[in-house]
């Protein structure tokens, strides 16, 4: 009997001490293969991430390259001074501004936009009408080339020049719904 209740004992104190330990480590088992499993999702989420910011780089320089601001004016008072060039009698010889009415940017479209073209005549060198043609297309805000027109000048001043009559019509694009809904 002795021996009997010396196993029992001896069963049940390790039981009491065993068992909880044995719940302790499971439980601890389970936590470490958690740790391991986000470990490896760690290495997946961060090349993900790096991918990621790779790619909002790239359209971040796409918006700040590629894409033109639509204002909310015209404004082509300040297209006509940013376009102006000096006549100098050498590489410019003339130079008109016209501004025409407003309309819609496209005609019968669902869009607010609207446009309002302004047509640039000027005699001038070849490379001076290349100039103005890039400071439109360098400009911040959307500006469209709705035609361009070059005929060479002939005239006998101008002989020794390469001098040409242009006519550049261009398109201020603008949106003043965003101004009207204020």
Do not use: C
């Amino acid at each position: 009997m002795a021996i009997f209740w010396l196993v029992l004992v001896v069963g049940v104190g390790g039981l009491l001490l065993v068992w909880p330990a044995y719940r302790a480590a499971a439980g601890l088992d389970r936590q470490a293969a958690a740790l391991r499993a986000k470990g490896e999702n760690y290495d997946l989420q961060a090349r993900r991430i790096a991918s990621l910011t790779i790619e909002l780089d790239e359209i971040r320089h796409r918006v700040k390259t590629g894409l033109k601001v639509i204002p909310e004016s015209s404004d082509i008072a300040g297209l006509m001074q940013t376009l102006s060039m000096p006549v100098d009698g050498v590489f410019v010889h003339d130079q008109m501004f016209q501004a025409g009415d407003v309309r819609e940017a496209v005609p019968g479209g669902e869009l607010s936009a609207r446009v309002q073209p302004l047509t640039v005549e000027m005699v001038a060198r070849f490379d001076t009408i290349f100039t103005l043609l890039r400071t439109a297309e360098s400009m911040p805000r959307l500006l469209r080339v709705a035609s361009i027109s070059i005929v060479a000048d002939r005239r006998q001043e101008y002989e020794d020049l390469a001098v040409a009559k242009v006519s550049i019509i261009l398109e201020a694009v603008f949106d003043s719904s965003s101004r009207e809904a204020r």
